[in-house]
């Protein structure tokens, strides 16, 4: 079946530092993927849709500047959070659509990389 | 905007027992309905969806969901639950028909233990 494949699966860093996160689809072509932020015993929360070849669609009150996502290719999309501070930290987990049946939106998820930042 | 609410944190059963884990949603128009679940240290796996058609849905590992219109609830259910059906689940919701690359909106989120 589908796989996405999302490295790294645990990064810990300085405050101030920039992190990427890849996203990758293995078996198929993704033109659309979802990044999700997941707190401690909460829900998963959209963070953006992050489209090929175009700008990514960022949630309301989430920083344009400060998590980074491209979307290069139809099998990689990359989130970059840049100039990290202590309240970064979650578990961050992409998906990528894998039916072409419209309004279906079966997601396949990432493992997911958990981000601790000191 | 579409919302999930589950009413359930956390759920501890017996081995054997009924499961059922309640999902309502909000939103006025048609909707695709999903539940997903995350066992301990792995990622999110579909478990079911419903589409249109039959509200009674079958999953994997025995899982159903019935999907009650009126009612906007898509509740999960297991006849007899094992120990190894411990994990999270997350009841997910998106518009329906025509809605493109609409994102997934999940509920918070149910933990499941289930003990020997």
């Known amino acids: 079946g589908a796989v996405v494949s999302q490295h790294p699966s645990w990064v810990i860093c300085k405050s101030g530092t920039s992190v990427k996160i890849e996203c990758r689809s293995l078996d198929f072509q993704a033109t659309t993927m979802f990044w999700y932020r997941q707190f401690p015993k909460q829900s998963l929360m959209l963070m953006a849709t992050s489209n090929e070849g175009s700008k990514a669609t960022y949630e309301q009150g989430v920083e344009k500047d400060k998590f980074l996502i491209n979307h290069a290719s139809l099998t990689l999309s990359t989130l970059t959070v840049t100039s990290a501070h202590p309240e970064d930290s979650s578990f961050y987990i992409c998906?990528?659509?894998?039916?072409?049946?419209?309004?279906?939106?079966?997601?396949?998820f990432g493992a997911g990389s958990r981000l601790t930042v000191l | 905007a579409q919302s999930v609410s589950q009413h359930n944190h956390h759920v501890i059963l017996s081995e054997a027992a009924s499961l059922e884990l309640g999902c309502n949603y909000s939103y006025g128009g048609t909707v695709n309905l999903f539940w997903y679940v995350q066992y301990p240290g792995q990622h999110l796996q579909l478990l079911l969806k419903?589409?249109?058609?039959?509200?009674l849905v079958k999953g994997i590992k025995g899982f159903e969901a019935e999907f009650i219109k009126s009612k906007f609830s898509f509740n999960l259910r297991k006849p007899s639950v094992q120990w190894s059906d411990t994990a999270e689940y997350f009841c997910a919701v998106n518009a329906g028909p025509n809605s493109g690359n609409t994102p997934l909106v999940f509920g918070k989120g149910t933990r499941l233990s289930v003990i020997a």
């Open positions: 998906s990528a659509r894998v039916s072409r049946r419209a309004g279906a939106n079966v997601l396949t």
């Open positions: 419903y589409f249109s058609g039959d509200p």
